[in-house]
Structure formats: C-alpha cells, structure tokens
C-alpha cells in the first residue's frame, strides 16, 4: 500500500515537471501550427542556465529562474524572427526539418562548450518531508507549485490581457485576426518567447533533481509531444493533467514491472502516444482551438 | 512553367547514366589494386572502407526515399531498421550460431515483420504524427534492446564473430547499392511506383479511386526497412561489435535524410548524388574541424531545407512537373488542408480552418 501511495506522490511530482515542461510545447503547436523538434534542447538549455549561473555566481536555481526567463525570452524572440517565422506558412516537414536541424545545432554546441560530462545542480530546497512510510521530495514540490501558478498566470494572461486575447485569436484564424488589425507577426515572436521563456524556466526548476547534460532534450521532446497530442494543442487543463497521467504512468510502470527500472519510461509515453493518436486523435480536452461546431 | 534545365537535356542525362556506369566499374575494379598497410598506394583499406560506407548510405538513402519522398511519408526514425537488422543478425549469429549469410536473411526477416507490425500502427498516421510517431519508435526500440538483457546482452553490447575481409564488404554493398537504386529506378516506373506518388499528392483521392492505400504504404515500408535492415546485419558483421549506442544513433536517420534532400527527395537519382555528395562533404569536415561536424551537419540541414528543398536533382531539372513533391515541400499551410495531418483531426488543424 505504502509503495502505491510512493508511486503515486512520485508520479504526481514528475507529472508536475511535465506539465510546465510541456506548455511551452503545445502554445507554439496550438498558436503557430509548428511541432518544436528542438524543445527538449531549450528545456536543457534552461538548465545550463542554472548550472552556469550557480557555477560562477553561487546563485539557487530557485532564483536563478529570475534571470533565465528573460533571456531565453530575448532567444526565442529572435529564434522566432530569424527561423522559425520562415517556416510558419510552409508544409509541416519542412517545419520539423529545420527544428529537427536546430535541436541537433544547439545540442552540439552545447556539447562543445560545456563538454558532454553531465553536470549537477545544487539547490538549497533539497531533502524529504517524512509522511509516516511515504516521504515526499521538496524539491519537486516546488516544481508543482512553481508549475501551477505558471499555469494559473499564463491562463489569466490568455484570458484577460489584451495581448493574450490576440495571441488566442491568431491561434484561433490567423486571416481574421490579421483584418481587425492584430500584427500577426509581432503575436508569434511573442509567444514564442514566451514558450521558449516558460520551457527553459522548466529546465532550470528541474536542474536539481537530474543531471544536465547536452543530449537530454530528444526523450523530453518526444514527451511533449505525446503529452500534447494526448491533451490538445494549447490547452493548459490539457497539459496539466496529460502531465500528471503520463508521470504517474511511467513511475508506476518503473516502480511495478521488474527489472525495466526508468528506462521504461519513454516506451510507455510512446505506446501511449499510437493507442492515442489512433484512437484519439483530436486529444482529451479542446485547448486553444474552437470547439468544431456540431 | 516550362523552365528548360541542364538535366531535361536527354543528352546531358544519358552521359550521366553512362558516367554512372564507368563510376561503377572503376570502383568494382579497385579492390584489385589495394596495397598493404604502410605499402605506398593510393587505394588503401581505409579507402575501401570509406566506399562501403558510401555504398551502405546509398543504399538505405535510396530506401528512405521509397516512404519519404516518393510516398510522402517522412520517416525521422528510419534507422530503427538498420538497428533491428544488426541486432537480429547478431543474435542469430552468437545465441542461435547461424552461419552470416543465414543470420543476416534472419535479421532482414526480423526487420520486415517489425515494419509490418510497426507501420500498420504509425502509417495510419499522416504528416507530422508520422514522422514522431517514427522518432519514439527508434527510441524505444533502443531502450527495448537495452531492456532485453537475456536476447540482446543489453548495454553491455554483443561481440560477433570478428571477420575482417574489407573487399569483401566493398563488393557485397556495391552491389546492393546498385541494385537498389536500380530497383527505385523500375520502381518508380511501375504501377505500384505511380500509386505511391499519388498517394503522396493527395492521399484521400487516392483512395477515393479505390486504390488500397493502406496496402501500398505498409508494402512499401516494410521493402524501405528490408533493405536498411539488410545493411544494417551487413554492417554488424563488419563492424564486429554492436552495443544500443552505436547501433540505434540518431545521426544515422539523420545523415539519410540529409542524403536524400540534398539530393532531391522523390527522384531515383537524388539519393545516389546526395549521398556521394554529402559522404564526401562530411569527411572533409570530420577531417578538419572533427568537433564541429554535427554542428555543421544541423545548419546543413536547416538551410537545404529553407533554400534548397529540391535538392540538386530536383533544382536541375524540371521534372519537378511529373513529380510535384507540392504537398510536401511547396504549398502554402494556407492551400493545406486539415486533411493533411489527419483526417479526423477536429483539434490539431493547424489553421482553424474549420471553424
């Protein structure tokens, strides 16, 4: 019973890191219409942001997040000007050639600069609170957290502020949208920046509980992917339980069947992305796109 | 559009057919002249080495381009075949003790039937789902492997037979080369060939007119994964050792598909010319600047891809009319409809057109 209610609260708190992990993901897949090949590599990246900034400036990744946000911001904005805005109109392969390229370019790089020895990351919220048998790490609390009011903020932001509304009405009909004046190109750099801004916030809140290492993004881009797919573009509820379902499938796998340990992991997000995509395909919740009208 | 390019010359592609030809028997007549180690000559074991990895890339390049670029089907997990054939020749060659031609038709066996399980699952799929769909398979299959300790030795790696005859290889592949490139070239002129490329400019008419697309696209995967895995075993067997790292790696899928675009996606000889073209290209870098190579690999495929999405083939020449590769490459999201992701895709449209 206790290594159930273990299971659980672990697969709840992985959940938790892939809810925000995948957010980003899904707003450019849902607003942009383009599948992000390289956003496991911008999560890795916030994460180098951590460890570079804790190795010369001693700084927590809890604050550290303060300073990786912006900046990743400023990357996307101008990733999305200078890249991804050309492929924006074109057939989807075309899309996934060029992330696909750009992942491959940024891990290497990385690789290059920083070596390929993985790295960690110290944080001063470390340790477990001890539930009577079940214990429950805090540093993945406070990614849950940290990811719920992400959540939280970026639904207001959507909903309420004017800039949200034209990010939700570009997503909604780019054509209709760019006839009652909204700048349709100004709406995309900015929400990629922000996604970019929101996924390397995720990797900098992760950096403590996992080692950074230049090719850790492919398995998390995949994730993504099938977390979106599974939940609907765009949508936030959609991530945040198609997050917390596949942590919770994965840790229960690794924790239940013998001998496959977390290597199991990445199967199961991928048999559940086919028996999804087959069964399923327009996902569980609607997310940024119009209900289709029946 | 009638544009008159160097390749529509009948003239200019029959002297390229009959370079390709000379090309094939010089090659097959070098292995004649190879000198010994430390001996001086300019035909070595390593050169002989470097073509039999040209003639494998040809060779799995070419059957990339069967799903890719003559079906549309833009496979980002293609090297799950090669790393099924080797494992699967490497486990009947060490655990079952077959002899290498034996366990390597058993390795192309074991490719085929994975292709046909795998592809009636993902190529129900269109478009981008497809091509991820692809991805996390190559992924899992390489967890998989590593996994399956007691068939595979897990990440410890398994060690084959050590068999070390270079010209050997150099003929096996230059012949496989050739043969498949030419089985694209009949291919493509075929009935089934004609069916593929309709199915990649509009799949639902295809259907529509009562051809079984479904049918075709899973024959034509599993032919793509029968070939990779062939080379794949091929390459186990040279190789000596295989382990999930270097044998499932992701630039293999990648250097096919650079390969191919380079050349000229959808054509019977853009993956011959891309692959010559490319292998070269990379040695040079991988010679000169040996860390920066993947980088330069990445930004190789990002700007063919921006600039150049015909390839050299297809910029050469305007054969481009018979075999648009509009869906794929040219037309505006705007003229795409949703059925191009999937057909019941009420969420994913990328343009809310619906709506």
């Known amino acids: ?294 | 559009m009638s544009r008159h390019l160097i390749l529509d010359n009948p003239g200019v592609r029959r002297a390229g057919l009959f370079l390709t030809a000379l090309a094939v028997v010089v090659l097959a007549i070098l292995p004649v002249f190879v000198v010994e180690r430390g001996q001086e000559g300019f035909v070595t074991n390593s050169l002989l080495f470097n073509f039999t990895q040209m003639f494998m890339m040809i060779a799995m390049a070419a059957s990339w381009n069967l799903t890719g670029g003559f079906t549309g089907y833009v496979d980002f997990g293609h090297a799950v075949w090669f790393g099924i054939g080797a494992y699967g020749t490497g486990v009947f060659m060490t655990k079952v003790g077959l002899s290498f031609p034996v366990a390597t038709a058993g390795g192309v066996v074991v490719s085929v039937v994975a292709a046909l399980l795998i592809g009636s699952a993902t190529l129900r799929l269109r478009g981008p789902y497809f091509s991820i769909a692809m991805l996390a398979t190559f992924v899992a299959t390489r967890e998989i492997i590593r996994i399956a300790k007691p068939l595979t030795d897990g990440g410890e790696g398994m060690t084959l037979p050590p068999y070390l005859n270079r010209p050997l290889f150099f003929y096996v592949t230059l012949i496989l080369a050739v043969l498949v490139v030419a089985m694209t070239w009949w291919l493509r002129r075929t009935q089934f060939g004609a069916t593929l490329i309709a199915i990649r400019e509009d799949e639902i008419g295809a259907d529509m007119r009562g051809i079984n697309t479904t049918l075709h696209k899973i024959t034509v995967f599993a032919i793509s994964a029968a070939i990779t895995g062939l080379v794949g075993g091929l390459w186990a067997y040279q190789n000596t050792f295989i382990d999930p790292d270097i044998v499932f790696i992701e630039r293999r899928t990648l250097d096919i598909i650079i390969a191919t675009i380079l050349g000229g996606l959808g054509t019977v000889a853009g993956p011959v010319i891309g692959s010559v073209v490319f292998y070269w290209l990379r040695d040079l870098v991988w010679s000169h600047f040996l860390h920066y190579h993947l980088i330069v690999t990445g930004g190789l495929l990002i700007a063919l891809v921006l600039w150049v999405p015909e390839g050299i083939v297809g910029s050469l020449s305007d054969r481009s009319g018979a075999t648009p590769l509009s869906r794929l490459l040219h037309r505006n999201r705007e003229e795409q409809s949703e059925d191009d992701l999937i057909e019941t895709a009420g969420g994913s449209d990328p343009d809310g057109t619906e709506s």
């Open chain 1, 1 to 294: 019973m206790n290594q159930l209610l273990q299971a659980l609260i672990n697969g709840v708190m992985l959940g938790g890191f892939y809810a925000i992990m995948v957010l980003g993901f899904s707003i450019i897949w849902g607003v942009m219409g383009v599948i992000n090949l390289a956003h496991g590599e911008i999560v890795m990246l916030g994460a180098y942001g951590a460890w570079i900034l804790q190795e010369n400036l001693g700084m927590d990744p809890i604050f550290s997040v303060v300073v990786i946000f912006p900046v990743m911001m400023v990357f996307g904005y101008l990733v999305q000007r200078i890249l991804i805005n050309r492929v924006i109109e074109r057939p989807h392969m075309i899309a996934l050639l060029v992330t696909f390229g750009f992942s491959i370019v940024i891990s290497n790089v990385v690789k290059l600069s920083y070596s390929g020895t993985p790295r960690s990351v110290e944080s001063s919220l470390r340790g477990y609170w001890d539930l009577g048998g079940v214990t429950v790490p805090k540093t993945k609390t406070g990614i849950l957290i940290a990811a719920l009011i992400v959540m939280l903020v970026l639904h207001l932001f959507l909903k309420h502020s004017r800039l949200g509304k034209s990010i939700r009405a570009a997503s909604q009909n780019r054509e209709a949208a760019r006839i009652v004046g909204i700048e349709i190109g100004r709406v995309y750099a900015i929400t990629f920046a922000i996604a970019i801004g929101i996924t390397a916030l995720a990797g900098a809140m992760i950096s403590p509980t996992q080692a950074v290492y230049p090719f850790m993004g492919a398995p998390l881009t995949l994730r993504a992917f099938t977390i979106t797919a599974l939940s609907g573009l765009g949508s936030i509820p959609g991530a945040l339980f198609g997050g917390l379902a596949v942590g919770v499938i994965e840790v229960m796998l690794a924790t239940f069947v013998p001998r496959v340990g977390t290597n199991v992991g990445i199967v199961s997000s991928f048999v559940l992305l086919v028996i999804v995509l087959v069964l399923r395909p327009q996902g569980l919740f609607g997310g940024l796109k119009p209900r289709s009208p029946q």
